[in-house]
């Protein structure tokens, strides 16, 4: 078992304040219902978010604030997930309450959706600020490749979705 340090415990407003944000978006073509239905499914984020390697709900049903979950990321980054936001079909948004590692001082995702005559649209917002010096240059070195890393998940999550969601309609 992964060591745990303690992260900021940041609220919705650190979306917009954090040092560092990575701001996606992508059009997709299911409802919003459908893709709360990707985002509550564990087994579906090692899918598209390729850094993750498994996702475990440590709360039980319903999801809400308060809601927690355990995500496992590649490098052996294990982060202990709250949610912040959960109101279904339009918004999402969980901090890290404790990391694997020290580089990270507060970290939060935020995920909006609009419904959209082709399906929905959503923004996701990535927020991080780093622990000390070295986590400070990390995130200003690695911000143009973490930019483009983002986004292609959300082209993964495109695919992922065109995909499950068409072998429901063929199937």
Same mark, same amino acid.
């Given at each position: 078992?992964?060591?745990k340090h303690?992260?900021?415990?940041?609220d919705?407003?650190?979306?917009?304040t954090?040092?560092?944000?990575?701001?996606s978006t992508?059009?997709?073509?299911?409802?919003?219902?459908?893709?709360?239905?990707?985002?509550?499914d564990?087994? /579906?984020?090692?899918?598209?978010?390729?850094?993750?390697?498994k996702?475990?709900?440590?709360?039980?049903?319903p999801?809400?604030?308060?809601?927690?979950?355990?995500?496992?990321?590649r490098?052996?980054?294990?982060?202990e997930?709250?949610f912040?936001?959960?109101e279904?079909? /339009?918004?999402?948004?969980?901090?890290?309450?404790?990391?694997s590692t020290?580089?990270?001082?507060?970290?939060?995702?935020?995920?909006r959706?609009?419904?959209t005559?082709?399906?929905?649209?959503?923004?996701?917002?990535?927020?991080?600020k780093?622990?000390?010096?070295?986590? /400070?240059?990390?995130m200003?070195?690695?911000?143009?490749?973490?930019?483009?890393?983002f986004?292609?998940?959300?082209?993964?999550?495109r695919?992922?979705?065109?995909?499950?969601?068409?072998?429901?309609?063929?199937g």
């Amino acid at each position: 078992m992964a060591v745990k340090h303690e992260c900021e415990r940041v609220d919705l407003g650190f979306i917009e304040t954090a040092p560092y944000r990575f701001v996606s978006t992508i059009e997709l073509a299911i409802t919003a219902e459908q893709l709360f239905e990707v985002l509550s499914d564990a087994e /579906s984020w090692p899918q598209w978010a390729t850094v993750i390697t498994k996702v475990t709900w440590t709360s039980p049903l319903p999801r809400g604030v308060g809601t927690t979950r355990t995500v496992h990321m590649r490098g052996s980054i294990v982060g202990e997930e709250e949610f912040l936001a959960w109101e279904p079909f /339009s918004h999402m948004a969980f901090r890290f309450n404790e990391a694997s590692t020290t580089s990270i001082s507060a970290f939060a995702e935020d995920y909006r959706v609009r419904e959209t005559a082709q399906g929905c649209h959503l923004t996701w917002v990535m927020a991080i600020k780093p622990n000390g010096l070295a986590g /400070s240059i990390g995130m200003r070195l690695g911000r143009p490749v973490m930019g483009w890393l983002f986004q292609r998940f959300l082209h993964n999550l495109r695919r992922y979705t065109d995909a499950r969601y068409a072998a429901r309609v063929d199937g």
